[in-house]
């Protein structure tokens, strides 16, 4: 064991050791500057969450659904297509839009 012992070179060990630190500082800096809010105020978060379910209640109790009138009022044929076919022989997809050929 005392052979193997001197051939280890203390020198390069703490050349290696002197580089770690060198790399573990680098990476805390680039960690630190990745970490960086620019600009951008503290937010707390359960006034956050009270903000979200202040808007989910005002949705819940939103009964106006008058933008739907304009839905009904869409054409409901494609372009390009003749006014006389019927809209129930149209083949749809799985999302109720008319299937490609």
Not at 25 to 33: G, P, Y
Not at 68 to 94: N, R, V
């Amino acid at each position: 064991m005392k052979k193997e012992y001197k051939k280890v070179d203390i020198d390069k060990i703490e050349d290696l050791q002197d580089d770690m630190a060198d790399m573990m500082e680098d990476a805390n800096e680039i960690q630190e500057i990745m970490g960086r809010q620019y600009g951008m105020p503290d937010i707390d978060d359960a006034e956050l969450e009270a903000e979200l379910d202040a808007l989910g209640d005002e949705l819940l109790f939103d009964e106006d659904m008058s933008y739907l009138d304009e839905a009904a009022d869409a054409p409901t044929s494609i372009p390009g297509s003749s006014a006389k076919e019927d809209p129930s022989a149209t083949q749809l997809d799985e999302f109720g839009l008319p299937a490609l050929s």
